[in-house]
């Protein structure tokens, strides 16, 4: 057991030693990030009232689009100087390198999600101090389930044509139970109630997220060989 | 030769429930003809899930032994199961114009079958996108079985999605108990669809069969 969670941790620590030293993926994702936020004050307008009450669905909104770009890269990465080949060869069983992908993934979703949380406090004049505790438990359910999903369908198209577009196509939909749990928690938590009054979607979110979670583990074998 | 026998029977059946539809079940008091959709509407839904339980089947069936039948069956399945989603959604849809005034409703089961119907077009879409079969039918199993795995989550959200926003439902009264002349009818008419599906399907295995001779 030591050695499947050794191989995972190496994959996870390969992928942010990497990112740590090309910081290819991150600074684009907080850019990208920063461009959500213009694209939804644009779309809403100037009232206040408006953003505030599409807060938790904009919130996941940009969650989950930032969530697009970096559960593609996670694997696409590997298409580079044959790593994949690598990958498959290594031995032991490959559903460890399916557990440090997901960390890696939602490492970087974390820190996204900490940067435009930021970035919504800073342009929208919002206080989210007295929600923490409760929205970072909402935000680590959801991003689990989202990255869960992510990191399985990243690693299936990363090998196939049109890529950037079946990515979503494939993601979104079924992702649509992590989104509406984690809308509705994240908009009990802003609203200052206990987080009990969400207790049935904090339950749901903890379903998915094992369900995703032992798919990924079981089939990503077969993911990675093909 | 018997998927042939299957196609005719399927014709038939159809026939009879056509007339069945027009000619046997009484014109509703409330809805009035509208009403006749029901027949197309509820043994497509039906034979959607029957379709998507099939397509489970032959993806559990592939990641356990790697016989290509089972990918096939998978794939057979899929393509008829989004066929009779895409009825139900349409048929419901022109059904609701009448009935609800509106040609679409965020409702709960509207929702989350408009969601199956988004899971499984991916799943086609992603195996137009893979050349090798052997690559194919693996990446199709995973998502198909992750797909099935996520039904029944995708149900209960959407259900208390719709729930806790609104708690009147827009839907009327309760149905009443159905009479039994358009129990009959509703019957045949999955027989019907039921026949239809396992005439696709044999069909289309045949052809993927072919298919995948022809290209290896």
């Known amino acids: 057991m030591s050695g499947y969670v050794r191989r995972a941790w190496m994959v996870a620590w390969k992928d942010v030693l990497s990112e740590r030293r090309s910081k290819e993926s991150l600074n684009a994702l907080v850019f990208f990030s920063l461009l959500l936020l213009f694209v939804f004050q644009f779309a809403l307008g100037p009232e206040r009232t408006r953003v505030e009450a599409a807060l938790p669905g904009l919130l996941w909104l940009a969650f989950i689009l930032s969530g697009l770009l970096a559960f593609g890269r996670a694997f696409l990465i590997e298409r580079e100087n044959d790593c994949w080949e690598g990958l498959v060869l290594s031995p032991g069983d490959k559903s460890a390198i399916y557990l440090g992908k997901l960390a890696g993934n939602l490492l970087v979703m974390l820190v996204v999600e900490v940067v435009l949380l930021v ?42 044509r049109a890529r950037e577009v079946l990515l979503p196509v494939l993601l979104l939909p079924a992702v649509v139970p992590v989104l509406l749990a984690s809308v509705s928690a994240t908009q009990t938590a802003l609203s200052g109630q206990p987080l009990a009054e969400a207790a049935q979607w904090l339950k749901l979110l903890a379903a998915a997220d094992l369900v995703y979670l032992v798919v990924g583990v079981l089939t990503f074998e077969f993911v990675l060989e093909g | 030769m018997a998927a042939r026998a299957l196609g005719w029977l399927a014709v038939l059946a159809l026939i009879a429930g056509l007339g069945a539809a027009f000619g046997y079940a009484p014109r509703e008091v409330v809805q009035g003809n509208v009403r006749r959709i029901m027949c197309l509407l509820l043994p497509g839904v039906l034979t959607a899930l029957l379709a998507f339980a099939v397509v489970f089947v032959g993806r559990v069936g592939y990641v356990l032994t790697e016989g290509q039948v089972w990918d096939r069956l998978a794939l057979a399945a899929a393509e008829p199961g989004v066929l009779f989603t895409g009825i139900t959604i349409v048929s419901g849809s022109i059904w609701g114009k009448p009935t609800w005034g509106t040609w679409w409703t965020w409702d709960a089961r509207l929702t989350s079958t408009a969601v199956l119907f988004l899971v499984y077009v991916g799943y086609l879409l992603l195996r137009g996108m893979v050349d090798d079969p052997d690559r194919r039918a693996r990446v199709a199993a995973v998502v198909g079985i992750l797909g099935a795995a996520n039904i029944p989550i995708v149900h209960f959200s959407v259900k208390w999605w719709r729930a806790l926003h609104q708690p009147s439902t827009i839907l009327g009264p309760e149905p009443s108990p159905i009479a039994a002349p358009i129990a009959a009818t509703l019957l045949v008419n999955w027989i019907a669809f039921t026949l239809l599906f396992a005439y696709l ?4 295995m045949q052809i993927a069969r072919l298919e995948d001779t022809h290209a290896g």
Not at chain 1, 132 to 147: D, K
């Open chain 2, 201 to 204: 399907l044999a069909a289309r």
């Open chain 1, 119 to 160: 970035l919504f406090a800073v342009f929208f004049a919002l206080d989210f101090t007295p929600a923490l505790p409760a929205l970072a438990a909402v935000l680590a359910l959801g991003t689990l389930g989202l990255a869960a999903v992510g990191t399985l369908f990243g690693a299936i198209t990363a090998q196939v």
